[in-house]
T-cell receptor
Framework: GAVVSQHPSRVICKSGTSVKIECRSL??????MFWYRQFPKQSLMLMAT?????????EQGVEKDKFLINHASLTLSTLTVTSAHPEDSSFYIC?????????????FGQGTRLTVV | AQTVTQSQPEMSVQEAETVTLSCTYD???????LFWYKQPPSRQMILVIR??????QNATENRFSVNFQKAAKSFSLKISDSQLGDAAMYFC?????????FGAGTRLTVKP
């Protein structure tokens, strides 16, 4: 199946710093990528949908200036958590949809566990 | 916004037995896809089964099958001959071109 690589898998940062998470589709092109946040023992909450070459669409309640999303190419989307605070600590997952239409499901990265200290 | 509801936070099944996980959704779209994903402790999302809304025939994948009732907006997952490796969180998901949402999840325990 198609592969989505998410990096880093774990990151610890200090309060006030910024952290960038990368999501790459390795063997297919993705016009649309989804970014989710998952708290322990809870579901995946959609944060934003990014489309290549355009601004991301954020879900209600998600601060776009805090969670910067860039989807500059058909294989790469990035999520930058700016001025991170301990409450931003969470598990972040990206998924990418195959542009070819051959695959109907979205493929998921391995996730990033962010800890802000 | 579309919503996905899983009303069973936890389910338990005896090994080799059958279990059904429930899912309902709400949408005004006519073209969409439905999925069941499995999330083990590693937290990697694993696709279990998919269903295109325009297909009337229920999808099957080995021991996994769905009961898709489009009019009722219901999409349940049946796991036959349950195995210890089936123990995980199961999420029902709904997808359109620019949207993909998940239910709250059902934690499945398999008893030996």
């Amino acid at each position: 199946g198609a592969v989505v690589s998410q990096h880093p898998s774990r990151v610890i940062c200090k309060s006030g710093t910024s952290v960038k998470i990368e999501c790459r589709s390795l063997d297919f092109q993705a016009t649309t990528m989804f970014w989710y946040r998952q708290f322990p023992k809870q579901s995946l909450m959609l944060m934003a949908t990014s489309n290549e070459g355009s601004k991301a669409t954020y879900e209600q309640g998600v601060e776009k200036d805090k969670f910067l999303i860039n989807h500059a190419s058909l294989t790469l989307s990035t999520l930058t958590v700016t001025s991170a605070h301990p409450e931003d600590s969470s598990f972040y997952i990206c998924s990418a949809r195959d542009i070819s239409g051959l695959n109907t499901e979205a493929f998921f990265g391995q996730g990033t566990r962010l800890t802000v200290v | 916004a579309q919503t996905v509801t899983q009303s069973q936070p936890e389910m338990s099944v005896q090994e080799a037995e059958t279990v059904t996980l429930s899912c309902t959704y709400d949408t005004s779209e006519s073209d969409y896809y439905l999925f069941w994903y499995k999330q083990p402790p590693s937290r990697q999302m694993i696709l279990v089964i998919r269903q295109e809304a325009y297909k009337q025939q229920n999808a099957t994948e080995n021991r996994f099958s769905v009961n898709f009732q489009k009019a009722a907006k219901s999409f349940s997952l049946k796991i036959s001959d349950s195995q210890l490796g089936d123990a995980a969180m199961y999420f029902c998901a709904y997808r359109t071109i620019n949207d993909m949402r998940f239910g709250a999840g059902t934690r499945l325990t398999v008893k030996p």
